[in-house]
Structure formats: structure tokens, C-alpha cells
């Protein structure tokens, strides 16, 4: 395998896959993830997307667990919204707290799941107007029936095709936690969709992603020179799990103004938590790929022209999506606390032009009815 691939070989459970399957499954590249938590407990409800289940907590009374498929991908505390079990949500959490001020904030959520950092948000400023980006709307009436929704708006659909239709300067806060599975889906991860993310955040906006890998490592870093195409600014924290030489959660945070990265990792440390904040990100990087759409090797660093940007220096990678169908499919995504508690969900379909556009819910019991072909739209919190 030529030396610019290797570390999309470890991106698959340490198994060399012919990019021709990845390309079967719609453009989603696939992320092993061995020795995560599982669980086999048979799934309560049996949505287009996962089998999912629902488990309480032994240790708490009002705790729950979302499982979909065999993993574990949310945390919920029905008693107290800002009790945040898992070391990711704990990161993502600091960094809007570290990093926007103020409780006016418009925030966009790319993945549901069981909405913990949206009510977070909800409990904690409860002005922010919350847009909830969520492919599979039975997960949604699941959540709803067992949990109960923050105020927020919904929208589901496939979340690269939400971001594309919402406006200019219009978030302060994206978080990227799309994840099911064990792999990640590719269209959320490359530069096209980080640059509309970009486009959609204000000035002084951030994007937080929940990224999971191990070994080399070679997603994060991959992901964090994708990151630094699109803005000027990029830090990333590195989970306890990665630290022991394990696979597990590392969350990325950038934007386009300097980023507050001691109080990022300061506030870490006042939760007893461990984690590693990478000193020099573009070391870190070193000639990683960058990850595009239509998966084709171009320039490497050596070869680049002297006033390349620093971007366009490092080696690239892309795959070529195939024409979006509408029709469902079943393709794997990431999963997410491998360790202390794992997250899965199964992809997102995509859909082309002739599909319709993703559906927008406000989400404030009763539920009200859905809107089949509005573009997302948000609403102030109750």
C-alpha cells in the first residue's frame, strides 16, 4: 500500500480495505473500533437506521442509556440534565462554556441521539436557540417517549444536506457528533463539509467534533489538518483512552479568532479529568492528509509550488462520492466512548437534488406536526 494511504488502512480495525467498498457504501469511510463496550442486550425498538434499547443505570435511579445497535451512545440523567457521564460530552461542554460567553447563543447540534448536550444547554442558558440535526426521526420519537425533548428544534435528514441550506453568520456553536456504529460518516468529515460549517458559524463562532481513533492516530490528525483548511485556528485534546494506547474519544475545537486553550484545559482539570491538549497542532499534523470529497491523491508537500498555503502543502486525500440515492441504506458510522461508554449509531443516508430536503420539528411537548419539506429553521428556547 503506497506510504500516502497507510493510515487510512488503520482507520479500518487493522485490515486493508479496497477503497471500492468504501465507495459501496455511499462515501463513508469506515473506522473499526476493537475492544469498545458492548452489549447484548436485544434491541427494545427496531428503527430503519439501529436496534435500539434503552438501559438504566444500576448505580442511579434517574440514569438511562441510549444503546443503539450493540454500543452505547448516550447518557441521560432524567433528574439532572447538567450531570455529563461521558469524558467527550464533558470536553464539549467546556469549550462553549470556555470559549462563548453570554446566554443568547444560536447553536446547532450535527447528530441527536439522546440530545445530553442540548439540554445541557437548555438547563444552563436557557435563551440559546438550539438546531438538532438528526437522521433518523423514529430515534427522535424514542427519545421523545422516554426522555422527553429540551426546547429546541429538530430537523432530520441527512445533516450535511441541513448545513447547506441554513444562512451565512448564522451559529455561534456547531458541535459535530455524528456517530454510529463503528465508523465515521466521510461526508461529515471532509474539508467541503467543514467549510460550510464555517460559512454558517459568525466571526467569532466554533466548531467542537467529537473525533474516535487510536494507534497512530492518523484520523485525528488527519482531521485536525481538514480543520485547518477552513480555520485559522485549530486545538485539539487528546482523550485519556489514546493516552494508554487504547482507541477513544479526542475532541477537536476551531475557529477563526484565537482560541482560549488554557481555560479549555483548565477547566479539564476542575473535573479531575485527563486528557492531553496538543502544545503545537502543526507538528501534531506533520504531513497528514486532508480529507476531501471526491477521494483522489493530489500534490504531495514535497512537490508543492514555494507559495502554497500551508493547507495545500500538506499531502491530500479524497473519495469520489457516488450520486446520492434516495433510497435507505445501511452503511456503518463511529462509535463513541469506547472505554468508560461507547456510543453507536447506524449512517445517514444521503439523498441528491431530487430527494427532499431535510424536515424541521420544533421539539416542546406536545408534539407538534412535522413540516415535510421546510428547510431547518430555529426558535427561541421556552
Same mark, same amino acid.
Given at each position: 500500500?503506497?506510504?500516502?494511504?497507510?493510515?487510512?488502512?488503520?482507520?479500518?480495525?487493522?485490515?486493508?480495505?479496497d477503497t471500492?467498498l468504501?465507495?459501496?457504501?455511499s462515501g463513508?469511510?469506515?473506522?473499526?473500533?476493537?475492544?469498545v463496550?458492548?452489549?447484548d442486550? %436485544?434491541?427494545d425498538?427496531q428503527t430503519?437506521?439501529?436496534?435500539?434499547?434503552?438501559? *438504566?443505570?444500576?448505580?442511579l435511579?434517574?440514569?438511562?442509556?441510549l444503546?443503539?445497535?450493540?454500543?452505547?451512545?448516550?447518557y441521560?440523567? $432524567?433528574?439532572? =440534565?447538567?450531570?455529563?457521564e461521558?469524558?467527550?460530552?464533558?470536553?464539549?461542554?467546556?469549550?462553549?462554556?470556555?470559549?462563548?460567553?453570554?446566554n443568547?447563543?444560536?447553536?446547532?447540534?450535527?447528530g441527536?441521539?439522546?440530545l445530553?448536550? @442540548?439540554?445541557?444547554?437548555?438547563?444552563?442558558r436557557?435563551?440559546t436557540?438550539q438546531?438538532?440535526l438528526?437522521i &433518523?426521526p423514529?430515534?427522535?420519537?424514542?427519545?421523545?417517549?422516554?426522555?422527553g425533548l @429540551?426546547p429546541?428544534?429538530?430537523?432530520?435528514?441527512d445533516?450535511?444536506?441541513?448545513i447547506?441550506?441554513?444562512a451565512?453568520?448564522s451559529? &455561534?456553536?456547531?458541535v459535530?457528533?455524528?456517530?454510529?456504529?463503528?465508523?465515521? =460518516?466521510w461526508?461529515?468529515?471532509t474539508?467541503?463539509?467543514?467549510?460550510?460549517?464555517?460559512?454558517?458559524?459568525?466571526?467569532?463562532?466554533?466548531?467542537?467534533?467529537?473525533v474516535?481513533?487510536g494507534g497512530?492516530?492518523s484520523?485525528?490528525?488527519a482531521?485536525a489538518?481538514t480543520?485547518?483548511?477552513?480555520?485559522?485556528?485549530?486545538?485539539v485534546?487528546?482523550?485519556p483512552?489514546?493516552?494508554?494506547?487504547?482507541i477513544?474519544n479526542?475532541v477537536?475545537?476551531?475557529?477563526?479568532?484565537?482560541l482560549?486553550r488554557d481555560?479549555?484545559?483548565a477547566?479539564m482539570i476542575a473535573?479531575?479529568?485527563?486528557?492531553d491538549l496538543?502544545?503545537?497542532?502543526?507538528?501534531?499534523?506533520?504531513?497528514a $492528509?486532508?480529507?476531501? &470529497?471526491d477521494?483522489?491523491r493530489?500534490?504531495? /508537500?514535497s512537490s508543492? *509550488?514555494?507559495?502554497?498555503?500551508r493547507?495545500?502543502?500538506?499531502?491530500?486525500v479524497s473519495?469520489t $462520492? %457516488?450520486?446520492?440515492?434516495?433510497?435507505r441504506?445501511?452503511p456503518p458510522?463511529?462509535s463513541?466512548?469506547?472505554?468508560?461508554?461507547?456510543?453507536?449509531?447506524?449512517?445517514a443516508?444521503?439523498c441528491g @437534488?431530487?430527494?427532499?430536503a431535510?424536515?424541521?420539528?420544533?421539539?416542546?411537548? %406536545?408534539?407538534?406536526?412535522?413540516s415535510?419539506? /421546510? =428547510?431547518?429553521t430555529?426558535?427561541?428556547?421556552a
Open positions: 500500500m503506497p506510504p500516502a494511504l497507510t493510515g487510512i488502512a488503520l482507520w479500518v480495525s487493522n485490515r486493508i480495505v471500492s468504501m465507495l459501496s457504501a463513508i469511510a469506515v473506522l473499526g473500533v476493537a475492544g463496550a458492548t452489549t442486550t %436485544p434491541c425498538v430503519p437506521y439501529y436496534c435500539l434499547s434503552i438501559e *438504566p443505570d444500576p448505580e435511579a434517574s440514569g438511562r442509556t444503546v443503539l445497535d450493540d454500543l452505547r451512545h448516550s441521560v440523567d $432524567l433528574d439532572d =440534565p447538567t450531570h455529563l461521558f469524558w467527550y460530552i464533558r470536553r464539549i461542554a467546556d469549550a462553549i462554556e470556555t470559549q462563548i460567553p453570554g443568547e447563543i444560536d447553536v446547532v447540534s450535527v441527536g441521539g439522546a445530553t448536550i @442540548p439540554r445541557w444547554l437548555a438547563a444552563t436557557p435563551a436557540t438546531t438538532v438528526e &433518523d423514529e430515534l427522535v420519537d424514542v427519545v421523545e417517549d422516554e426522555f @429540551p429546541v428544534t429538530i430537523v432530520t435528514g445533516g450535511r444536506q441541513a447547506r441550506r441554513m451565512d453568520d451559529a &455561534d456553536v456547531v459535530g457528533d455524528a456517530f454510529g456504529s463503528r465508523s465515521v =460518516p461526508h461529515l468529515a474539508s467541503e463539509f467543514v467549510a460550510d460549517v464555517d460559512r454558517i458559524l459568525r466571526d467569532d463562532g466554533i466548531y467542537v467534533v467529537n474516535i481513533d497512530s492516530e484520523f485525528l490528525r482531521e489538518a480543520f485547518a483548511t477552513s480555520f485559522d485556528h485549530v486545538a485534546l487528546r482523550g483512552a489514546l493516552l494508554d494506547g487504547a477513544g479526542s477537536i475545537l476551531a475557529g477563526d479568532h484565537p482560549d481555560a479549555w484545559r477547566a473535573t479531575g479529568d485527563e486528557g496538543v502544545a503545537d497542532v502543526e507538528a501534531y499534523v506533520g504531513d $492528509l486532508v480529507l476531501t &470529497d477521494f483522489r493530489s500534490t504531495s /508537500s508543492a *509550488p514555494a507559495d502554497a498555503t493547507s495545500d502543502r500538506r499531502r491530500r473519495f $462520492l %457516488p450520486e446520492r440515492p434516495c433510497a441504506r445501511r458510522i463511529a463513541h466512548s469506547p472505554g468508560e461508554s461507547s456510543a453507536a449509531a447506524r449512517p443516508p444521503t @437534488p431530487s430527494c427532499s431535510p424536515t424541521a420539528r420544533a421539539s416542546n411537548r %406536545p408534539r407538534p406536526t412535522r415535510r419539506s /421546510s =428547510p431547518p430555529a426558535r427561541a428556547s
